[in-house]
């Protein structure tokens, strides 16, 4: 697998025909924002006589307006004026900090403590799940420009989030009886090799962590990569691992991100999918709503058609989070709610099994499903599919209707109705060896 980042991607752009005054942009925005493809998103996904208008170009190339204009302008600046590295990278670092770097009080209310100490690399927001990101899994084989975990790629320890030793893993979930799922993410961890993803996975398989009931494995290797799962060199024994995990009483859950039905015409992925569900996981598909990539109900339509097609379970169509290049990908939230309602009108009851549009926002997971007029005044109609407190899981609600809204913290409460609240503090500390 070849990769492009930095002056590798711009020399890849000059290559397939892109102007010089894009590089520049190129340049300008991957010195805030991280960017990277590889060999098989440039030769098999992008349609270059479309660029930069093709979806799978926008999606993992640069655009100038995935900046604020007066940071473009800064950063353009320096560069122009071949200003230090040093002092370029000081500016991009305070540009990163304007940009939410960790959405949804992460840091400040999901990193768990156990015996006094913060487990920076867990969160632990719903009862019932514990994300976790092993520090040899924090990059991914190509990054889409919308990710909302683009701070782990940026190079900054701050902002970094990674678990270096299983057995923090295994120490705090045994502290945590309602937990049934454990989820690893990132970056992505189908980068790992396999024998190092196995020393995450089978302290998860002991019988003595029998609650573990479920493992996901959040994963963009599929669209991005699916060779993963065919033809690199451990690609079998990551097969045997599925299959070990299945054998072993556990649900085996692949959360693959397909953002745009391009993605699943190959014949690899095709043959990548199939691999997978041989060894008894099963693979549901989520991805975000973003503009200039798949904005399109016809889109989404037909990517759940394919999906259903190929044994893949829809799952959610989310809403672009609040972080990054959002002012860019982000779509408003009344015309989200037309986008997924449209495209489930155009699928069978087999594909409508994808939620959305959801935010994953601070308080929870919170589906808009819909607009009405009651009393005289015009509201969304949102519910709380998931919610850091359980007791508001499936709680409706009411907000004041706005087309321009495009995130939870930009709506205000009506007719009288509850609303969410974001989380103050971090998570209660856990003594050592607390049960």
């Not at 925005?29 to 930069?52: G, H, M, Q, R």
């Not at 190092?196 to 991005?224: C, H, I, N, S």
């Not at 990551?238 to 039905?261: D, N, T, Y």
């Amino acid at each position: 697998m070849k990769t492009f980042s930095h002056e590798r991607l711009a020399e890849l752009a000059r290559n397939r025909g892109l102007p010089e005054d894009y590089l520049r942009d190129l340049r300008v925005v991957s010195s805030v924002l991280p960017f990277k493809v590889n060999d098989y998103v440039a030769d098999e996904l992008i349609d270059w006589s479309a660029a930069p208008d093709d979806p799978i170009f926008r999606l993992t190339f640069p655009h100038r307006d995935m900046l604020p204009p007066e940071t473009f302008d800064t950063i353009a600046g320096l560069l122009d004026a071949d200003a230090p590295r040093e002092v370029v990278r000081k500016a991009a670092a305070d540009a990163q900090t304007l940009l939410n770097p960790h959405p949804g009080n992460q840091l400040e209310a999901n990193v768990p403590v156990l015996g006094g100490r913060r487990l920076h690399g867990l969160q632990h927001k719903y009862a019932e799940t514990v994300l976790v990101f092993p520090s040899q899994g924090q990059t991914c084989h190509a990054y889409c420009g919308y990710c909302f975990r683009w701070a782990q790629f940026v190079g900054v320890a701050e902002l970094r989030q990674a678990l270096r030793d299983p057995a923090d893993l295994t120490g705090y979930v045994a502290t945590q009886p309602k937990v049934t799922d454990v989820l690893f993410t990132g970056g992505d961890p189908m980068i790992m090799k396999t024998a190092v993803l196995r020393r995450w996975v089978d302290p998860l398989l002991d019988p003595a962590m029998e609650q573990v009931r479920t493992l996901r494995f959040g994963t963009k290797a599929l669209a991005y990569w699916p060779d993963r799962f065919i033809g690199d060199a451990d690609a079998d024994d990551l097969l045997r691992l599925f299959e070990r995990s299945v054998a072993a009483g556990r649900h085996v859950a692949v959360m693959a991100h397909f953002s745009h039905p391009r993605e699943l015409e190959g014949t690899l992925v095709r043959r990548a999918i199939a691999r997978i569900q041989a060894t008894g996981a099963v693979i549901r598909a989520q991805a975000p709503l973003i503009g200039h990539v798949n904005d399109d109900s016809g889109v989404w339509a037909r990517m759940w058609q394919r999906q259903v097609e190929l044994g893949v379970v829809p799952y959610y169509m989310f809403v672009e989070r609040d972080t990054g290049a959002r002012s860019y990908f982000g779509v408003p939230l009344a015309r989200a709610l037309e986008i997924y309602t449209d495209a489930v009108r155009g699928v069978s009851g087999l594909a409508r099994t994808a939620r959305g549009p959801v935010m994953s926002a601070a308080p929870g997971k919170v589906a808009v499903d819909g607009v009405a007029t009651i009393a005289g005044e015009r509201v969304f109609l949102l519910r709380m599919l998931q919610a850091r407190d359980p007791e508001a899981v499936g709680r409706p609600f009411f907000a004041a209707y706005d087309p321009d809204a495009e995130w939870l913290d930009q709506l205000r409460p009506a007719l009288g109705s509850w609303f969410p609240e974001s989380p103050r503090q971090a998570l209660p500390l856990i003594p050592a060896g607390a049960r």
